[in-house]
């Protein structure tokens, strides 16, 4: 036996008639009034980078050695930033802060044969991708990451 499942449920209110004269019927100047269950529709949001272009706050680890960082983040920091990166054991969070040991921010690429500076950037840490490797997370990868007021860092998860 199939089962039907129930997509959407519709409850509309009809429109009410105003008698003009005996011949003639028209609407009222209301619209109509739909109420709809949301409960039984599919969701679609943003997940990232993806559908979003380069906005947002976030990190990519690339297969080579660099490590992305969005402009929306970039822009927080300073020119000559050197960043700490941090990753937890099980590789689903990346924190990256400043510090005076950290990796030097690269913000200058190639447009049509000059430089230009831009507010994303890039650090190489060869390091973290292959810790990644070590813990079979494919690559790239993505860190969606938030400010967080006390670590005074930026903290993606993925």
Known sequence: ??????????????LPYVQDDEQTQTHS???VKTTL????????????????????????????VEVGISAE??????????LELLLN???????????PNGI??????????QQHKGKAGRVTCKALVNALLELNVELPVVFKA????????WVGRR
């Open 29 to 31: 100047p209301n619209p």
């Open 104 to 113: 030097r921010l690269r913000r200058y690429h190639q447009k049509e044969g």
């Open 37 to 64: 269950d949301l409960s039984f529709f599919q969701r679609f949001e943003g997940t990232g980078r993806q559908g979003q272009g380069y906005r947002g706050k976030w990190f990519k680890v690339y297969k080579g």
């Open 73 to 82: 983040i970039g822009k927080t920091l300073p020119d000559d930033a050197l």
């Open 89 to 99: 054991r099980t590789g689903t969070i990346l924190v990256v802060r400043e510090s």
């Open 1 to 14: 036996m199939k089962s039907r499942s129930k997509i959407a449920e519709v409850t509309t209110v009809p």
């Open 146 to 153: 938030e400010w967080d007021e006390e670590l005074k860092a």
